[in-house]
Every structure is written in structure tokens, then in C-alpha cells.
């Protein structure tokens, strides 16, 4: 059993391996909330900040869950023997070191409330040992379920092309350290049947859609866990100002929106994937899968985060689509589920 006292003697080990200062020594990038309350003035952190919503979903009795997403684990060790990793988490570590401690935060707070813990994507940053070996400590300290996220099979973190064969090459391991089924699983919690759909490159398959229709016909209530935010009109124009026209990071745009993305810059011959313009455009296979399940009124919410902003709006008559803040920010949700 792993305790909140290990943990927050972990993150200020790490924050000293790599050369800060965790109290007061992040970057302004990652920091902007810690500089607010006064943590990057040496006044400590700044608790973690759960912010209170209540999902309607039938359930047959109420009960409590944590949501945290990107927490972004930045660890590593001389067991990688990698001298490009460690370059890595030096450099991500100023951005993404908080994570650690409020990742902690949360699984202290769910013992608590005896709330069931959530997570949605991007546990660690890179693919390490140490992120995993960290990962699967924080998984066994509390009652977790899980949906995966991009950087959970990323590398080096934007090195290669993001596709099927290059989320094989770290799958397994994610997979052996992971609470559950990485690329669609499902678990009933009173009544409940709470679904992770691996959505982390922008696109559905088929088969997953076969096995959303299996849980559909179990006669449950839903609540869908994923790591990117499927395509919604309001949150849609608010990433476009965010991005400058560039992408939304949503699955499911329409290829009439894509079509309007501004090109970021002209990219080297054989590296066109870069462009958020082919990243991002969905499939067949994503829009029908969206289609079904904008038809369903078993589904009663979507629970997401990678756009590291909380933001919520209508997804289907019987559905709210919650994005979470970012767990390295010092944010997460606290649901009340009815």
C-alpha cells in the first residue's frame, strides 16, 4: 500500500534528481495557477482543485468519483540507459513536475470521500520505466478506471508518426501496468456501466463500435471515458481562437471544418504527418461510431480531458460532455453521480 507521505517524498526526490526546486522553481508555462496562490513564491503548493459537478446517470445509489487527467509523469532512471531520455524529462520535468504531487493529492482525497478514482490519458508523458514502474504504484494505491492517452505510447513525445504501428511498439507495456483493457473496457459501479474507449489518435475503429453496441445492449446507464474530446460546436471555436486556426484536438471533425485549418508551416518531404490537418482528420469509421452514439440514450455523459481546460457542453439529448483540467495544473473534478 503506497501512502500520501511516500508519494509526496517521491515528487520532491524527483524535483531535486532533476535539478529544481519544486517548491518554487517551475516554469511559468506550467505554473501560472501555483504563481496565483502563491506556491512559486514559496508559499507551498496550492491544493489541488476539484471542481464539483453532478451527473444525473441513474444509478442505484449515489456515489462519489475523482476525475484527474494529464498528469504527465516525467520520470526516468539509469536503468533506461538512454542518454536522450534523460535530456527528455529534464526538459519536460519544469513543465509537467507538478503532476506527481497532485496525482497523490487525489488518491488521498478519494480515500476520504471513499470515491472511485478516474483517469483520462496521459498518466505519464513519455514511456519510461520509471513512469511506468511510478504508474502502476499510483494504479494499486486506490480503486481506479482508466482510459489511455496519446503520450502513454509516446517515446520521446513527437518523434515519429502517431499511428497504429507505432502505438504497438509500447502497447503491451502500458498494457501490463494499466487497471484495465487499454483500447475499450468496461466496469459497473452501481448500476453504472462506465466505458474507456482508446480514442488517442483522433479516430474509432469499427470494432470498437461492435463492442460499444455489446454495452448498449446490457441496458445500463453509460458514462464514456475517453482521453481526446469528440468535435462540438462551442468548444470547437473556443480551441480554434486558442490554436489560431491551426486544429481544435477533437475527434470527429468534419472534413469541411479541417478543410478551413490553417497550415502551421511548410513540413520536410516524408514528414507530412505533422500537419494537424492530416493528424486530426477522422475516418469512417470515427464518424459512425460518433453517429451511434449521439443516438443512444443510455449514454448519459463523456468524461475527457487532453485540452488540459474544463469546459462541458451538450453532446446528445441525454448527454454532457465534461473535459477535465489538466492534473499537473492542480485541477481535476469531483462528481457526485445520482
Known amino acids: 500500500m503506497i501512502t500520501r507521505k511516500i508519494f509526496l517524498t517521491s515528487v520532491m526526490a524527483a524535483s531535486a534528481a532533476a ?29 489541488l482543485e476539484l471542481k464539483r ?58 480515500r476520504n470521500e471513499n470515491a472511485l478514482l478516474l483517469h483520462t490519458g496521459d498518466m505519464y508523458d513519455f514511456v519510461s520505466n520509471a513512469n511506468l514502474n511510478l504508474s502502476k504504484r499510483y494504479f494499486t494505491s486506490g480503486d481506479w478506471f482508466a482510459a489511455v492517452g ?28 494499466w487497471p484495465n483493457e487499454i483500447s475499450f473496457a468496461s466496469r459497473v459501479v452501481n448500476g453504472v456501466n462506465f466505458v474507456a474507449v482508446d480514442d488517442v489518435y483522433y479516430n474509432f475503429t469499427g470494432k470498437q463500435l461492435e463492442l460499444m453496441e455489446k454495452e448498449v445492449k446490457k441496458g445500463l446507464p453509460i458514462v464514456m471515458m475517453c482521453h481526446v474530446p469528440i468535435h462540438l460546436p462551442r468548444h470547437y471555436e473556443v ?7 491551426v486544429c481544435s484536438y477533437e475527434t470527429g471533425v468534419p472534413d469541411e471544418l479541417i478543410s478551413t485549418w490553417r497550415k502551421e508551416r511548410d513540413f520536410p518531404a516524408g514528414e507530412e504527418w505533422r500537419d494537424r490537418r492530416v493528424q486530426q482528420r477522422a475516418d469512417a469509421a470515427t464518424m459512425e461510431f460518433i453517429r451511434y452514439l449521439k443516438a443512444q440514450p443510455l449514454l448519459k455523459a463523456i468524461l475527457c480531458g487532453h485540452t488540459h481546460r474544463f469546459w462541458q457542453e451538450r453532446f446528445s439529448p441525454t448527454a454532457v460532455q465534461y473535459i477535465c483540467a489538466a492534473t499537473y495544473q492542480g485541477y481535476g473534478y469531483m462528481i457526485d453521480f445520482a
Not at 517515446?155 to 501496468?177: F, L, T, W
Open 239 to 245: 480551441m480554434m481562437k486558442q490554436t489560431k486556426g
Open 53 to 110: 459537478i453532478r451527473i444525473d446517470a441513474g444509478a442505484e445509489r449515489p456515489f462519489k468519483a475523482i476525475q484527474v487527467t494529464d498528469t504527465h509523469l516525467t520520470r526516468v532512471d539509469a536503468s533506461e540507459n538512454d542518454e536522450r531520455k534523460m535530456k527528455l524529462a529534464a526538459r519536460r520535468y519544469p513543465m509537467m513536475g507538478f503532476g506527481e504531487y497532485y496525482l497523490s493529492e487525489a488518491v488521498f482525497r478519494a
Open 19 to 47: 535539478g529544481l526546486n519544486a517548491a518554487g522553481k517551475a516554469s511559468s508555462a506550467s505554473c501560472k495557477r501555483q504563481q496565483r496562490d502563491g506556491c512559486c513564491g514559496g508559499g507551498g503548493f496550492a491544493p
Open 150 to 177: 496519446n503520450h502513454e505510447f509516446s517515446r520521446y513525445v513527437g518523434e515519429a508518426k502517431e499511428n497504429a504501428q507505432y502505438k504497438s511498439m509500447s502497447a503491451g507495456r502500458v498494457s501490463a501496468v
